[in-house]
Structure formats: C-alpha cells, structure tokens
C-alpha cells in the first residue's frame, strides 16, 4: 500500500525503516522521504511505528510537520 503519494513511499518502505533502526516518525520520514511535501502521510507512519510497538513522540510529528510546511 503506498503511504505517501508525494514521494511513492510504500508500507514496506516504512516497515523496512523501522527493521533498520527507525524509531521516530521523523527519524522514519527521514529515511523514506515520506512527508516532505504535504505532509498527509505523517498520520500513516506514526500508525505504522505504533502497530509495530516503536515509540511515537508528539515531538517527531511535529518536527515532520515542520520540515514539510
């Protein structure tokens, strides 16, 4: 499934991401390039990083949001 639209950032971008050590939604975004532009995807990754039992903090999605904007 693709996740960010902008960059063509799939779920298995995000999961590889976070295999290799991502634990942030920046540190994710990073990464894959996801939420660079628009910003949409944030939301998508940070659901990723949670099923997946990886930390979220208010403060990497704000970081993206940031970047993006």
């Known amino acids: 499934m ?3 639209h ?3 950032v799939t779920d298995r971008d995000v999961l590889e991401s976070i295999e ?3 634990r942030t939604v920046a540190q994710v975004c ?3 390039g996801a939420g ?3 910003g ?3 939301f998508s990754v940070k659901r990723l990083l949670c ?3 990886r930390s979220v903090s208010a403060a990497s999605i704000t970081e ?3 970047a993006a904007g």
């Open 36 to 38: 660079r532009n628009c």
């Open 51 to 53: 099923q997946h039992g």
């Open 2 to 4: 693709i996740v960010c």
């Open 6 to 8: 902008c960059e063509v």
């Open 20 to 22: 290799d050590g991502a």
């Open 30 to 32: 990073g990464a894959t």
């Open 40 to 42: 949409g995807c944030v």
């Open 64 to 66: 993206v949001a940031g």
